[in-house]
């Protein structure tokens, strides 16, 4: 049983859950501030979406996964692995906010919380098996 909890809370997830909140945090800030002050719900969750990718790119390869990139050929290869599985979670993000508003009828804010829920999970198991590569272990990609 230690085991297993060694396996699932260690230095990797609890910093992960830390951006995690804060990158969230500021997912769901900057949508509801920039809806409170008029910006259609649609616009205001793809600016949001960007900004937070970008955030969380910075934040998962500095401090959680701790990615080094030999050359900037890597690092390019490694920014495209981002950008393709936190592309695909954020059409996730965003079709799953207007099916939660437009087709289930639920307030924006909490269809944004329930799929910003949704959206870390799949993000830490992508980010750690396809993006950010150690170089110590042997993928596949």
Request: proline letters at 0%; charged letters at 20%; glycine letters at 6%.
């Given at each position: ?6 396996k ?8 992960y ?7 969230s945090?500021l997912?769901?800030v ?5 809806v ?8 205001a969750?793809?600016?949001t ?28 290869k490694?920014?495209?692995?981002f ?7 954020m ?5 799953g ?10 307030p924006?804010l ?8 949704a ?9 750690k ?13």
């Open positions: 049983m230690e085991k297993l909890i060694k699932f809370i260690n230095r990797e997830t609890i910093l859950g830390i951006f995690g909140v804060a990158t945090v997912n769901v900057m949508f509801h501030g920039l409170l002050v008029g910006m259609e719900y649609k616009l969750n793809l600016l979406l960007i900004t937070v990718k970008l955030a969380a790119y910075i934040c998962n390869k500095n401090f959680v996964f701790k990615s080094k990139c030999a050359n900037f050929i890597e690092l390019l490694e920014f495209a692995r950008v393709f599985w936190r592309g695909a979670t059409i996730l993000d965003y079709v906010l207007i099916l939660l508003v437009e087709i289930v009828h639920m924006k909490y269809g944004k919380i329930i799929v910003t829920v959206v870390i999970v799949i993000n830490y198991f992508t980010g098996k396809h993006v950010f590569k150690n170089k110590n272990q042997d993928y596949k990609s």
